[in-house]
């Protein structure tokens, strides 16, 4: 194993990859940071509302996280009133998800100041890089699921 390698970041695909989700995710937040919610909050919230009635797991499944982190953010959008969970009839343990009024309004507030980031991202990338980048990600999810 070449360790000087290893230790400079330059075959290590994870390493990489988190530095710059890592950056990625500083980037949206300062953009955000106005409307008081961070980047995972706004994907937390974005994908319940678009999946009424989801899961805990599911929303794990489908953000790629694991439950304690989605859990531990939609506790903090249920206490904020954006979020609320409700029961299964058929087994009390399993909880959907849905977003309240208040939940919608934060994300008509947020999506704009989103929006700016994602523009300034892809002007700054170029049209093409930014498919590309998109494709690569989405390749790299497959590959590794």
Not at 108 to 122: I, Y
Not at 125 to 143: A, H, S, T, Y
Request: charged content about 25%; aromatic content about 4%; proline content about 2%.
């Amino acid at each position: 194993m070449d360790r000087l390698a290893f230790a400079r970041g330059n075959r290590c695909a994870c390493g990489n990859i988190r530095r710059a989700a890592r950056s990625v995710t500083q980037y949206y937040d300062s953009y955000l940071k106005p409307s008081g919610i961070r980047s995972t909050q706004l994907s937390v919230l974005l994908s319940i509302s678009l999946n009424d009635g989801i899961t805990i797991n599911e929303l794990a499944e489908l953000l790629v996280m694991d439950q304690t982190t989605v859990t531990r953010n939609v506790g903090i959008l249920e206490e904020r009133g954006y979020v609320i969970s409700v029961a299964a009839v058929n087994d009390g343990r399993k909880r959907h998800l849905a977003v309240t009024d208040k939940g919608t309004e934060k994300l008509e507030e947020v999506m704009p100041l989103w929006d700016a980031a994602q523009s300034r991202l892809e002007a700054d990338l170029g049209p093409e890089r930014f498919r590309d980048m998109l494709k690569l990600v989405n390749q790299l999810i497959i590959l590794t699921k």
